[in-house]
């Protein structure tokens, strides 16, 4: 008894922990009072306000397009490369997958200013292009990671059991192999949306001036002053974010789960 | 004799410098059950994926009724596959799965719902037009493999192990099903398993294959009765397989003592492997007075098999497998009697080579 209550407490204050500091952002977002440390009544005029703001509604703009173009991008090349990587002998996909595993695992600012070197070393111009294809590029190997495991588990036969039926190499892969690994392609997609919309660091070195996603506009309205507008774009944020990793989640991963 | 529906010639086959089909050559006849029996990395499913048009033989040719398809791509032959792992598609369910091939031909709605009908009728799953392939059993599932690859109407189906994943008694169900099924629909099927009893229960022809070569074809009776080399005898069934010297025509030396046969044209004290099964060596009470034996033995172990024992009898120095209804306990001195017709002569193999040599009908 007394250990059941212990293991409760634990776990809320392990969730108050994580949770506080997003809660108290959120309930500052409809304080009507500018001041902090005041309640002042319950409103939604920052909110009015941030939706009025142009500058921000274009950063959002842009996020948005941005998380959804090098998604899809990234999506396609990723499920290409394991596509490629199932026709491997395993020593050489072994190595390959590992390297495309590492920028994953490579520190972001490290990622960031190596991209910008890149960029200019290569004279192309800062701004929307140069933050899609960084993107892109971080992109890719989480495609990877939720596609190959799906490829692994496609019953090879099926692929050719379409062909032996009458398809075509084309209609076999739409018709047979691609609707099986839809799901882990799904995911995918929905990760690489919200590692995009999600980004930062790797942003902030490959922007530019002149262009702003949400996370660098945050960045650069903080310099200058916290203002109450931030609270409700940060909530938004969260919101979003946190449906999409729900939707990951809950894509069916492997219909065979009885 | 009825004509050849396939020809194989002169067909070899290497994966990374590793040879898996060397020189084959084999025909087989319209309305065939033909099966190809032999050891995993025998080369039986490289015959048929390069029947099916999944692989492209290094050297050689196939023709199907008289026409040269080494080439073909799979989708242009008339011929089905059934896989070994059923290959069904998940995200379909069964009308749809068995519908499949019909629809990229573009048949008409009614057409495709007479066949999905007429099909799931004939392997006894009449009403499962709806169900998702994940929900049915395995022995169900092969069978939707099965409807969907003959509602394309193949002049000829080819099955890879397609009841390799199914329990015991599934199986020999479904042995008897397939033999249905070939003679309701005619046409001709091409069986590759490395289960014996499987390829002895259904086939008209056997092929047996060992490395690459067949190691002789035939019915199953002459498989199994006539074993052309000690490879086939010893995978066929079991068997002793004991080194003896032909003394002269139907006269042959196994241990030491001499045996009487029925074979000829051996010449004489030639060396020579002879095969005689279990079931076919006799035990003999010694205590019986009128008991004829050629040698004797002592009972060394028993295991009682259900509808056998199997005994192993220890007689000039060689371990007899006996298998038989009435048993002896371990330690019984006992006569070992073999009927003349029942010991099989072949010829020793001189090399490796020689062993593997394709030996036809």
Redesign the interface.
């Known amino acids: 008894m007394i250990k059941t209550t212990a293991q409760k407490i634990y776990v809320a204050l392990i969730f108050i922990f994580l949770y506080a500091p997003i809660f108290t952002l959120m309930v500052l977002s409809f304080n009507a009072s500018k001041t902090r440390s005041k309640w002042g009544g319950f409103t939604i005029k920052w909110y009015k306000q941030l939706f009025q703001n142009e500058e921000i509604m274009e950063a959002l703009w842009n996020t948005l397009l941005i998380a959804f173009l090098s998604a899809l991008i990234a999506t396609i090349i990723g499920t290409i490369t394991c596509l490629a990587f199932n026709y491997l002998k395993k020593s050489n996909r072994a190595i390959l997958l590992g390297m495309a595993n590492i920028p994953m695992l490579n520190a972001e600012i490290v990622t960031g200013i190596s991209l910008m070197l890149l960029f200019i070393s290569l004279g192309i111009k800062f701004g929307f292009m140069t933050i899609l294809l960084a993107h892109i590029t971080f992109n890719i190997p989480y495609v990877i990671l939720s596609v190959l495991p799906r490829m692994k588990q496609l019953n090879p036969s099926t692929y050719e059991a379409a062909l032996d039926l009458g398809c075509n190499q084309w209609q076999a892969f739409f018709k047979v192999t691609f609707p099986d690994l839809l799901p882990g392609i799904l995911s995918g997609f929905l990760m690489a949306f919200t590692m995009s919309l999600d980004d930062f660091v790797i942003t902030h070195f490959t922007k530019g001036p002149g262009i702003d996603t949400l996370s660098t506009k945050i960045y650069t309205e903080v310099k200058k002053g916290i203002k109450p507008e931030m609270y409700s774009l940060s909530t938004i944020i969260f919101v979003a974010v946190l449906v999409l990793l729900l939707l990951v989640n809950y894509t069916p991963k492997d219909k065979k789960n009885k | 004799m009825k004509k050849a529906l396939v020809n194989l010639e002169h067909i070899s086959k290497s994966y990374d410098g590793q040879l898996i089909l060397d020189d084959l050559n084999l025909y087989i006849r319209e309305n065939e059950f033909l099966t190809l029996l032999g050891p995993s990395g025998c080369g039986k499913t490289t015959t048929l994926r390069i029947l099916?048009?999944?692989e492209t033989p290094d050297a050689g040719k196939v023709y199907f009724d008289g026409v040269d398809i080494t080439h073909l791509?799979?989708?242009k032959r008339q011929l089905?596959?059934v896989?070994?792992?059923?290959?069904?598609?998940?995200?379909m369910n069964i009308a749809e799965n068995i519908a499949?091939?019909l629809k990229?031909?573009n048949k008409s709605k009614a057409y495709i719902d007479d066949k999905i009908k007429y099909a799931l009728k004939l392997v006894n799953l009449d009403g499962y037009e709806k169900r998702m392939p994940?929900s049915l059993s395995g022995g169900q599932q092969q069978r939707i493999?099965i409807a969907?690859?003959i509602v394309?109407e193949p002049k000829l189906l080819l099955l890879d192990e397609p009841l390799g994943a199914l329990d015991l008694k599934l199986r020999q169900d479904m042995q008897y099903e397939l033999i249905r099924l070939k003679n309701e629909l005619g046409i001709t099927f091409i069986y590759v398993t490395h289960d014996q009893e499987e390829a002895l229960t259904m086939s008209d022809t056997i092929v047996v294959m060992n490395q690459g070569y067949i190691q002789q074809i035939g019915t199953p009776e002459m498989i199994y009765n006539e074993p052309e080399n000690a490879f086939v005898a010893d995978f066929i069934g079991e068997s002793n397989i004991i080194s003896a010297t032909m003394i002269q025509d139907r006269l042959v030396e196994i241990l030491g003592t001499k045996f009487a046969c029925v074979d000829e044209g051996f010449g004489n004290n030639t060396p020579v492997d002879v095969v005689i099964r279990p079931e076919d060596v006799e035990l003999v009470d010694l205590a019986d007075a009128n008991a004829k034996y050629i040698i004797e033995g002592t009972v060394t172990h028993v295991i009682f098999k259900g509808v056998h024992y199997e005994m192993e009898v220890m007689a000039n120095g060689f371990e007899w497998l006996v298998h038989s209804t009435g048993m002896f306990p371990v330690g019984t001195k006992v006569g070992i009697h073999v009927d003349p017709f029942n010991i099989q002569i072949m010829n020793k193999p001189e090399s490796e080579d020689e062993e593997a040599v394709g030996v036809n009908e």
């Not at chain 2, 896989?83 to 995200?91: D, P, S």
């Open positions: 099916g048009g999944f791509q799979p989708n089905n596959t896989f070994q792992k059923y290959a069904l598609f998940t995200h499949f091939g990229i031909k994940d493999a969907r690859a394309n």
